[in-house]
């Protein structure tokens, strides 16, 4: 049995998701630790009622990209939020044998042209963005470099935006410390799963900044 006094405490209130939307974001160095960590953070977005509709998932080639996507896609979501894509052209014949002549004498009604179609675009901005990522100690100071300069980059997003960012980045000296905290151990403890940890932190950050934007304490 374990001794370790490490993890966090539980929320102090039951946390509910119904109504955010969290984007994950996502490298994808390291393949095999990244896929458990997402779907663990995915399957535990879902249990704390976050819909699958209101999840979004992109990714990236490596950690270092993380900080310019998830600044791109928390603003692109204020975009998608604001907008209605609007086919323009709809019910226009625009050839063919059925267009009506200008000369015809019962030219066709406009009256009888279909509306616009409008296709609803998500109705909110993200409310919590979670940047995944796993870096591996090699031979060089690479791991050194990325690990610093993404953990500060992250963090001025989540100021520079006022929108959480999840801190999703293990940064493991070996390839089993990395599997164990995925889940994916291979000794007898498998490890526990930290996307699981970064999806209740993102539901718990994004009720709270919703309470706070509002005044609410």
Partial sequence: ??????????????????????????SRWNKTVIDALVAG?????????VKESNIAVQSVPGSFELPLACS???????VQAGATATDLLGGLNLGGSSTPSLMS???TSRTATPAPMVAAMPHQPFDAV????VLIKGATMHFEYISETVSH???????????????????????DQALERAGLGRG???????????AL????????????????F
Avoid: C, Y
């Avoid at 209130?13 to 996502?26: E, K």
């Avoid at 791109?72 to 204020?78: D, E, M, Q, T, W």
């Fill in 1 to 26: 049995m374990s001794t370790t006094i490490k993890g966090p405490a539980p929320a102090p209130t039951q946390l509910d998701g119904s109504g955010l939307r969290v984007a994950i974001v996502h």
């Fill in 41 to 49: 953070t995915v399957s535990t977005l879902k249990a704390q009622g």
């Fill in 72 to 78: 791109k896609v928390i603003s692109g979501s204020h």
């Fill in 105 to 107: 004498p019962h030219p």
């Fill in 130 to 133: 979670i940047a995944i990522g």
């Fill in 153 to 175: 980059a992250l963090m001025r997003v989540q100021l520079d935006t006022g929108v959480p960012v999840i801190f999703g980045v293990l940064t493991a000296l070996t390839d």
């Fill in 188 to 198: 007898e403890s498998k490890g526990h799963n930290h996307g699981e940890d970064w």
């Fill in 201 to 216: 932190a993102a539901v718990e950050m994004a009720s709270h900044t919703r309470r706070w934007s509002e005044g609410k």
